[in-house]
């Protein structure tokens, strides 16, 4: 069976409302935000090979051309999707990468939110 790649906004969800040891409350949300990009993306990625018959670059660059590939359709729900997985990237990039986050608790938050408004478009195709 295949994973659902949509559980990891599950995960994400419970390492965002998870504070206990508050210690770890910073890594939890980073998590968070970097599970609901993975969430989105592989969804995404996966209805354009299984549904679309798109061929898949084998390397780094899938998460750009799966972005594109949204954010050029003609169909204003893909086209929501791409932006979605632009906007979640650049979170998630910036909790992968940066030192500092400022806003972490919002970040999460708006991550969470833009994840899971784009599964259910993903969902409607």
Request: aromatic share 10%.
């Amino acid at each position: 069976m295949s994973f659902n790649w949509a559980h990891y906004l599950d995960v994400a969800d419970e390492l965002n409302t998870k504070t206990q040891p508050p210690v770890l409350v910073e890594a939890r949300k980073r998590s968070a935000v970097s599970r609901a990009y993975y969430s989105l993306f592989c969804q995404a990625r996966n209805f354009l090979r299984d549904s679309d018959g798109k061929t898949l670059p084998g390397d780094s660059t899938v998460h750009s051309f799966v972005q594109e590939q949204f954010k050029a359709n003609a169909d204003t729900r893909r086209r929501q999707i791409g932006d979605s997985l632009d906007e979640l990237r650049v979170y998630r990039n910036r909790v992968d990468y940066d030192d500092v986050v400022t806003k972490i608790d919002w970040l999460s938050t708006a991550a969470m939110i833009v994840a899971k408004s784009a599964l259910e478009t993903l969902a409607t195709l």
